[in-house]
Nanobody
């Protein structure tokens, strides 16, 4: 069982920055090379959507609305996943979730392990 715990959310004004962290642990987790890891978000009344993903081979993918503003990364051991969010906009307001899966993909259904979420609120 893989456990994911997010932190770093909060309230910020438009144009500000936040850095989200996700600590990964679990019996079957032996390192980042085994898993696709990503950040998703869900705003009230909307479906959960992909924000950024780092595949097991290190390749990164971003949704178009955050390209150039957000950066996904992980530490060398692959036990902590980060999301650096710059130039935040009110439309970035959502609950942000960390996710992991041996195979991963693009959709929430592609990921088997989830954190509890951390709230990000951006005011104008």
């Amino acid at each position: 069982q893989v456990h994911l715990v997010e932190s770093g959310g909060g309230s910020v004004q438009a144009g500000g920055s936040l850095r989200l962290s996700c600590i990964v642990s679990g019996y079957s987790y032996s390192g980042s090379s085994d898993y696709c890891m990503g950040w998703f978000r869900q705003a009230p009344g909307k479906e959960r959507e992909l924000v950024a993903v780092v595949d097991s081979d290190g390749k990164t993918r971003y949704t178009d609305s955050v390209k150039g503003r957000f950066t996904i990364s992980k530490d060398n051991a692959g036990l902590t996943l980060y999301l650096q969010m710059n130039s935040l906009k009110p439309e970035d307001t959502a609950m942000y979730y960390c996710a992991a899966d041996p195979y991963g993909g693009t959709w929430p259904a592609d990921f088997g392990y989830w954190g509890q979420g951390t709230q990000v609120t951006v005011s104008s």
